[in-house]
């Protein structure tokens, strides 16, 4: 039985954790050298969890309750029988540890060179082992295109019949707002998100209702995140000016003042009182011929839309402030420290990062808007990845883009490694930078935990990045043990920065 040592007193040491920490580390700083650095942490992290793993599958019911008792600082296998790395496990991390110069060879010309240099001097060993990495990518390479054709990419009827459904309900509430609230300053709403724009992956399942507010130019404006005490670039305040010559309710928007400033909070419970409360839904429905119902809990205002048996789609309600210069900001609450937060408007980037991942791919005929697909649909197909949304996987790709000129389609398992070990990097870093503002930081809502769990199953898949293109049937082997991860409701909607 792999995972417990029989042998109390023998090798206790050899076979425990620090044994194969220390094991993993010095082969990590063999293979990676500098600049893999940054990737130990989250190595070291993977090793701990695997270890975790086997003790906290305790081969009886009084082992388990002794294990519940104990505290993370004292670990279970001191003093008791040592238990070991199971040989799966042993090997998913040396495997881990073997590709990463693989992949970053490829991309580092200096290090392709010397690599080359050498295996043509020296070893057999060096050659073999390029060889088999080579055929490995090859069929990665394969298996990549057809999951995109299979599983990533969504048949145009089901995309129209998705669209059709959004533009009814878009429409129904265009009318009801106008007759209910004929004086609410609204521009035109209008649709957007990944279905609009062929971004859409595995299910066409989620669409944004934008729903501009007109905002009076002297009387409201906006402070960026950063020059505020909460200092966080990438969210704003928008603040109520001149009140002592126009008084409040000189602007309809007063209405949703919170200590001088516009509430997103306030402006949406606005919209939601109309939108869940007094619309008869379940009457368009049955005209629409759609079963249509508010989310609830939600953080945002959504409206569930069943358009035939088995598909929904969600329907995010989503007002949205555009300001003088052309900044978007969105009325999607900071997902932690909600309170602290409730004020601030969310910058969104969405129109303008895909207009320059698109370009990019025009001009040479690129595979990153591929690679964003595949790469959102093993988000989307693996509950462990679900944290990771369309906006940090651009943006991921367009700081590649910079340092990295080949995206033909030849090279898309190349990239899409690649990509899969810039997160990793970025991960332990505990920052994604913004590409079109690099103080924002798009990994400033996961809490240490989800980037551990990322960062874990990413760098596990790296070894073996087929397990993120299998369905979702199955669970990816090597992903957490689960236990401490809270899944959002929707999931699937997280996949997307509106806008
Ligand atoms: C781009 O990458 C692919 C696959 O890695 C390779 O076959 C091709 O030769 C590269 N093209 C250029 C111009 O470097
Ligand atoms: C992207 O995902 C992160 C982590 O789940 C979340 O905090 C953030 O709000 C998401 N971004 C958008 C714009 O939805």
Not at 65 to 80: C, F, I, L, T, Y
Not at 89 to 101: D, G
Not at 138 to 156: C, G, K, M
Not at 490 to 497: G, I, K, S
């Amino acid at each position: 039985m792999a995972g417990v040592n029989g042998d109390r007193k023998g090798k206790k040491d050899d076979n425990g954790i620090g044994t194969a920490i220390d094991f993993m580390l010095s082969n990590a700083k063999l293979v990676l050298g500098v600049g893999g650095a940054a990737m130990l942490g989250i190595a070291t992290l993977a090793v701990k969890r695997m270890y975790d793993r086997t003790i906290s599958a305790p081969t009886s019911p009084t082992k388990m309750q002794q294990m519940g008792k104990r505290s993370w600082e004292e670990p279970a296998w001191v003093g008791s029988s040592p238990r070991v790395l199971n040989p799966d496990m042993k090997s998913t991390v040396s495997r881990s540890l073997q590709s990463l110069p693989t992949t970053s060879c490829s991309f580092e010309p200096d290090c392709l060179r010397r690599a080359v240099g050498r295996s043509a001097v020296g070893g057999s060993g060096a050659t073999r082992s390029s060889l088999m990495q080579a055929r490995m990518r090859l069929s990665l390479q394969e298996h990549l295109w057809d999951f995109y054709q299979t599983r990533v990419n969504i048949p145009a009827e089901e995309q129209a019949v998705a669209r059709r459904a959004a533009l009814d309900i878009c429409a129904e509430l265009r009318v009801f707002l106008h007759a209910k609230l004929p004086d609410m300053p609204l521009r035109e709403m209008y649709l957007s998100g990944s279905l609009y724009d062929d971004l859409q992956v595995v299910t066409a399942d989620h669409a944004q209702l934008m729903v501009p507010l007109v905002l009076e130019k002297n009387l409201w404006s906006s402070i960026p995140g950063e020059d505020t005490i909460m200092n966080i670039p990438g969210f704003w305040l928008v603040r109520r000016e001149n009140l002592e010559y126009f008084p409040r309710s000189s602007s309809y928007w007063d209405r949703c003042m919170v200590g001088g400033y516009l509430s997103p909070k306030s402006v949406l419970e606005v919209f939601d009182k109309l939108v869940a409360g007094s619309i008869n839904w379940p009457a368009i429905g049955s005209v629409l011929d759609y079963i249509i119902r508010p989310v609830v809990p939600s953080e945002t205002l959504t409206l569930e839309v069943q358009y035939e048996t088995d598909r929904r789609l969600y329907v995010d309600f989503l007002p949205l402030l555009v300001m003088e210069d052309g900044t978007s900001l969105i009325a999607k609450p900071h997902r932690l420290a909600a309170e602290r937060h409730e004020n601030l408007w969310r910058q969104s980037f969405r129109v303008a990062e895909t207009a320059r991942l698109r370009a990019l791919d025009q001009e040479d005929g690129g595979c990153r808007y591929a690679c964003l697909k595949a790469a959102k649909a093993a988000c989307k197909l693996n509950p462990a990845l679900h944290r990771l949304n369309s906006s940090q996987l651009t943006n991921a790709i367009l700081l590649l883009s910079e340092k990295e000129g080949n995206w033909t389609r030849e090279a898309l398992a190349d990239r899409f490694l690649q990509l899969l070990r810039a997160l990793v990097g970025h991960l332990e870093a505990g920052r994604l930078p913004c590409a079109l503002n690099p103080k924002v930081n798009l990994f400033c809502e996961l809490t240490e935990q989800e980037v551990d769990e990322l960062g874990y199953t990413l760098y596990c898949a790296l070894s073996d990045p087929e397990q993120l293109l299998r369905t979702a049937a199955e669970p990816i082997q090597s992903g957490p043990a689960g236990g401490g991860m809270s899944m959002p409701m929707n999931p699937d909607r997280q996949m997307d920065t509106p806008i």
